[in-house]
């Protein structure tokens, strides 16, 4: 019985369920929100630890928009970055 679990544990190891109320024919589109969210998850994870930025409180409505903004752009450059080099990396 130990070794049919075991092997039911191994065949699933590594893998998630996603559970969603929307019923599309293409789970290829289901599949597309939630790798975006994991890429700006990612974004904001390398802004806090390699970047340091930490969350700041502003007074002014205008300084937290450009806090905003600032912030959309440094993302915007990190993605282009990403990009660039993926396409310089060698394949393999």
Excluded: N
């Excluded at 597309?32 to 904001?44: H, N, Q, S, T």
């Excluded at 340091?52 to 993302?75: D, K, Y």
């Amino acid at each position: 019985m130990q070794q049919e679990q075991l092997a039911d544990a191994q065949l699933y190891d590594g893998h998630s369920l996603r559970r969603s109320h929307l019923t599309q024919d293409e789970p290829a589109w289901l599949w597309k929100p939630y790798l975006l969210l994991v890429a700006i998850e990612g974004v904001f994870h390398t802004f806090k630890k390699d970047l340091h930025v930490r969350p700041l409180c502003h007074s002014l409505e205008q300084r937290v928009e450009a806090h905003i903004f600032v912030s959309f752009l440094a993302c915007c450059l990190w993605v282009t970055l990403q990009q660039k080099l993926r396409a310089l990396w060698p394949p393999g």
